[in-house]
């Protein structure tokens, strides 16, 4: 029963990710021979073509891929190569001093803790509330399920700067001010629409008959929610788990607005350091650095199911 | 059973309906209810209602309606390179075939970036003296000096130097979403079409972009959004300046709210600008997403 890991190596429509070897999914196979079609259809033929192609291919990841390689060699320059007039791609010198000066400073580590905190709490309470609601909108399609996935759509669309500061004081009247789980709510509040739209797709693609085979079988509802489908559909909880991580790891403004010093999370240190401690850019490129790699080895790691939780929503459409 | 489905959908629903409101609702009835009062901003200091005072004070300064045409700006720019720029690498990538998808999953990776990361490093290469870009074309013979273009510290220019992080760091969401689309265009089409004799710009205006619209058309939306609503980049890299040059709607009233301590102004610029986009948002569900339809 568990189908979830099959994933599409071009990472295109919804049903690759949770649809599984056992499932009847006549949009599957259509989308399969289609694609194979595709292939010879748009690829490009000819050799010198394909050479030329290549090479256009390489020009744009040489100069999509440089800013971060930058932003890299110059963590590793001497504090005061950093501002060197004219400035050098690579460092004279390769040090760690700008490591050592960012993760030395008061708060630095605390907020690295921080930021994780809040971000799993963040995640934690998107899935908690997302899974049961899109499951509820997507199997039985009830005119209020319609209407709320609209309204949660809708929030989307909220501008942050709007709802910050009355959250903020809304946090602050119930005792919350200053802590991660009062930022982790807030992050909540933009991850949890888009947790609902993810997963509504991925519940989409599972067939009913599963669920109700369960039922027969002496299952209730919830019981077969939790036993059967929650499992069959753990791929598309991960994607949505990894988008709310991202989220709230990534989250400025919210973050800006509603910590001080208890709970300050990394974003907020890093854009911190342009005043509070005159431009000292190469604390500012080892700190972000510090912050950017992991989550872009996490990435790399689970590419393909992150493809397919990009594109998912828009392609089905 | 038909009702008691129904209340079981409701049951599953309820835990998240409430959340989002608690936590988004109640907090944008409490802007509204606020952009009617004249509010002191300090702590428990006198509270007026001037009733829709402070949207006529909105209206009538330059700041915000200059906010409001720099945010169109802002937003039509980082859409319209995104989009191009989109296509061009899903294009690319999808004529280049099976061997291209390492590089299809490193084109990601700005994705994963803080947008407060990606405004910090292009600052720091567009910075005036020891920035980057302005030394390579300079090295380059394109500029006589280093200094000659004040990407961040030209009033004229800024607006779209400040873009150019958001550029880069969704430009592979548009590739992303563009290219699955492409994935799903029947090669039969595309075959068909060659032997007719079509050359690529044709095979692209008459076939591939009309086959795409739907999915061209999320993308836009999903990202016009996004960056219409864009401050980290911009806070980071000039704080709006110079001469408020780079002041989108966010900072406007992020700046209002905190700097100038004008809550009540702050929350009816708020409102207007929610207002804006709840239209943009109820237009595009209304039409294009159409999420949990019956199929």
């Known amino acids: ?317 | 059973m038909r009702i008691s489905d129904r209340r079981f959908a409701l049951f599953l629903m309820t835990p998240a309906a409430l959340f989002l409101a608690v936590f988004v609702a109640y907090p944008l009835f409490r802007l509204v209810a606020d952009s009617f009062f004249k509010i002191s901003p300090i702590a428990g200091g006198p509270r007026d209602f001037v009733g829709l005072e402070n949207y006529f004070r909105a209206f009538a300064s330059e700041a915000f309606m200059g906010a409001g045409w720099r945010t169109l700006a802002y937003t039509a720019v980082v859409v319209t390179l995104e989009f191009a720029l989109g296509l061009g690498m899903a294009l690319l990538f999808t004529t280049l075939g099976r061997k291209s998808q390492v590089w299809r999953t490193v084109f990601m990776y700005p994705l994963m970036i803080a947008p407060i990361v990606a405004g910090l490093l292009w600052k720091f290469l567009m910075i005036d003296n020891f920035g980057l870009i302005g030394t390579v074309l300079h090295q380059a013979g394109i500029l006589s000096n280093p200094n000659q273009i004040g990407w961040l510290s030209d009033p004229d220019i800024v607006l779209f130097s400040v873009a150019i992080p958001d550029i880069w760091l969704t430009t592979s969401f548009m590739c992303l979403v563009l290219f699955a689309g492409l994935q799903n265009i029947p090669g039969d089409l595309i075959e068909a079409a060659r032997l007719d004799g079509a050359r690529a710009p044709a095979l692209l205006f008459r076939i591939i972009l009309p086959l795409l619209r739907p999915v061209i058309a999320v993308a836009l939306v999903v990202r016009g959004i996004d960056a219409a609503r864009a401050f980290d980049t911009i806070l980071i890299q000039t704080n709006g300046g110079p001469q408020s040059a780079s002041e989108t709607m966010s900072l406007l009233i992020y700046r209002t709210m905190i700097r100038f301590g004008d809550p009540g102004l702050a929350s009816a610029m708020g409102t207007i600008y929610l207002l804006a986009m709840l239209g943009v948002a109820f237009f595009a569900v209304a039409t294009i997403w159409r999420p949990g339809k019956d199929n």
């Open chain 1, 1 to 317: 029963m568990r189908v979830a890991e099959r994933t599409r190596p071009d990472g295109g429509k919804a049903a690759a990710v949770t649809a599984g070897t056992s499932l009847p999914s006549t949009t599957q196979a259509g989308g399969r021979r289609r694609r194979s079609v595709n292939r010879e259809g748009l690829e490009a033929g000819k050799r010198s073509t394909r050479t030329l192609l290549w090479i256009l291919l390489a020009a744009a990841m040489v100069l999509y891929g440089f800013p971060f390689l930058y932003l890299l060699f110059t963590s590793f320059k001497t504090p005061i190569d950093t501002i060197a007039v004219p400035p050098t791609i690579l460092p004279k010198e390769w040090t760690l001093e700008n490591y050592a000066n960012a993760l030395g400073r008061n708060g630095v580590l605390a907020s690295f803790i921080n930021s994780a905190q809040t971000a799993v709490i963040s995640t934690v309470l998107s899935l908690v509330l997302a899974v049961p609601a899109a499951y509820g909108i997507t199997r039985y399609k009830t005119p209020s399920g319609r209407v709320f996935i609209m309204a949660a759509l809708v929030t989307r669309m909220v501008p942050p700067v709007a709802i910050g500061i009355p959250l903020a004081t809304m946090m602050a009247s119930v005792g919350l001010a200053d802590t991660p789980i009062a930022l982790s709510i807030a992050h909540t509040t933009i991850s949890l629409p888009l947790s609902i739209w993810l997963m509504s797709s991925f519940f989409e693609a599972v067939p009913r008959d599963l669920e109700e085979a369960a039922t027969v079988d002496g299952c209730s509802r919830l019981g077969a929610l939790w036993r059967v489908v929650i499992p069959v559909v753990s791929g598309g909880i991960a994607v949505t788990a990894i988008f709310a991580f991202l989220a709230s790891w990534n989250e400025f403004l919210f973050a800006l607005l509603m910590t001080a010093i208890r709970s300050q999370t990394t974003p907020v240190v890093i854009a911190n350091f342009q005043t509070q401690f005159g431009l000292d850019w190469g604390s500012m490129t080892a700190l972000a650095a510090v912050y950017s790699i992991p989550v872009i080895l996490l990435t790399l790691l689970l590419q393909r199911k992150i493809v397919a939780g990009m594109t998912l929503g828009a392609v089905k459409g």
